[in-house]
T-cell receptor
Framework: AQTVTQSQPEMSVQEAETVTLSCTYDTSENNYYLFWYKQPPSRQMILVIRQEAYKQQNATENRFSVNFQKAAKSFSLKISDSQLGDTAMYFCAFMKPGRGGTSYGKLTFGQGTILTVHP | DTGVSQDPRHKITKRGQNVTFRCDPISEHNRLYWYRQTLGQGPEFLTYFQNEAQLEKSRLLSDRFSAERPKGSFSTLEIQRTEQGDSAMYLC?????????????FGQGTRLTVV
């Protein structure tokens, strides 16, 4: 079974600064997907960024980028130029592949990191 | 289509009562998932549908829980004889299909409080 661990229950950062959220996972799979999801207070969870395990290049989405270290099973999220709207709970999640290369879709989540951006 | 919709948003019930939640996925999505999220924790997988077929159920889903997706569109999650430990946020998500790594879109959840 896969496990996902987020060791930082809470983080804080000043507006416009950079913050990195940590995530480690454990799996015996060679091909899989990793995700960071954002859950603002009382709002629905939305996808921030995804990484395909077979791609060595780290994913980037505007101010969000990841540092994917497959051998170390590490998947950290870097948020640059932090904004007040980035305040939320952030979840790292793992998706294993389905049979025949199709998507299975089931996500295994970490415990989450509460990020607070201060003005 | 404005996304995944869940109803009700909040439910307070007395211990021992039955409750039913509804999820309307994004219309073209054939995959639907239920998760449970307790306060301060990440969501835990409960069950998964592809169209109307329930393909996996977590061991977290006791016999008191049942989920259906009768026509491959909306889904219901019923909890019978609720217990205080059932208090949680119940999240529904949908995704469009078989492509690897397809993003799951989440609803806002139903928060259940058992008193």
């Amino acid at each position: 079974a896969q496990t996902v661990t987020q060791s930082q229950p809470e983080m804080s950062v000043q507006e416009a600064e950079t913050v990195t959220l940590s995530c480690t996972y454990d799996t015996s799979e060679n091909n899989y997907y990793l995700f960071w999801y954002k859950q603002p207070p009382s709002r629905q969870m939305i996808l921030v960024i995804r990484q395909e395990a077979y791609k060595q290049q780290n994913a980037t989405e505007n101010r969000f980028s990841v540092n994917f270290q497959k051998a170390a099973k590490s998947f950290s999220l870097k948020i640059s130029d932090s904004q007040l709207g980035d305040t939320a709970m952030y979840f790292c999640a793992f998706m294993k592949p389905g049979r025949g290369g199709t998507s299975y879709g089931k996500l295994t989540f970490g415990q989450g990191t509460i990020l607070t951006v201060h003005p | 289509d404005t996304g995944v919709s869940q109803d009700p948003r909040h439910k307070i019930t007395k211990r021992g009562q039955n409750v039913t939640f509804r999820c309307d996925p994004i219309s073209e999505h054939n995959r639907l998932y239920w998760y449970r999220q307790t306060l301060g924790q990440g969501p835990e997988f409960l069950t998964y549908f592809q169209n109307e077929a329930q393909l996996e159920k977590s061991r977290l889903l006791s016999d008191r829980f049942s989920a259906e997706r009768p026509k491959g569109s909306f889904s219901t999650l019923e909890i019978q004889r609720t217990e205080q430990g059932d208090s949680a946020m119940y999240l529904c998500a949908s995704s469009p299909g078989s492509k690897m790594g397809t993003e799951a879109f989440f609803g806002q959840g139903t928060r259940l409080t058992v008193v």
